[in-house]
């Protein structure tokens, strides 16, 4: 059996990854750089339109303003599910929005903790890290 994809599909995966581009270019901070891979890198929910919109990034912009405070007050609101709200918890606390406790991480599947921990990786300096090498 062959998958092909249509092309309302195709469009959809591009402007994802252009929306991606945007919000890591308008990252002024090392940890606003951080939590923006982390977006992109999890993909499922910054294709909600409603965190696209909450962060400014729905209409597509030439030079994004991204609004990340925007994000915090609405958590609950954005349709999104338990995992997915635990995992933009710990993304706006590496901004410096909110206040998710680290015990979070146990409410994540094992995709969504490998980002976290790649993004906790470049908060501290280091991108290069193994995630699940032994120190």
């Given at each position: 059996?062959?998958?092909?994809?249509?092309?309302?599909?195709?469009?959809?995966?591009?402007?994802l990854e252009l929306r991606g581009a945007r919000l890591i270019?308008?990252?002024?901070?090392?940890?606003?750089?951080?939590a923006a891979?982390?977006?992109?890198?999890?993909?499922?929910i910054l294709a909600h339109r409603s965190v696209l919109g909450a962060l400014g990034l729905?209409?597509?912009?030439?030079?994004?303003?991204v609004g990340w405070e925007g994000l915090m007050g609405r958590v609950y609101t954005l349709g999104l599910?338990?995992?997915?709200?635990?995992f933009l918890g710990l993304v706006l606390s590496m901004v410096g929005i909110g206040n998710t406790p680290l015990s979070t991480v146990?409410?994540?599947?094992?995709?969504?903790?490998?980002?976290?921990l790649r993004a906790i990786a470049r908060l501290a300096?280091?991108?290069t890290l193994a995630v699940g090498r032994r120190i």
């Open positions: 059996m062959q998958m092909t994809t249509t092309s309302t599909e195709t469009t959809e995966t591009a402007l270019e308008s990252a002024t901070t090392e940890r606003e750089l951080a891979q982390a977006l992109v890198d999890e993909e499922t729905l209409d597509l912009p030439e030079v994004a303003t599910d338990a995992e997915e709200r635990a146990s409410d994540l599947g094992e995709r969504r903790l490998s980002i976290i300096g280091n991108d």
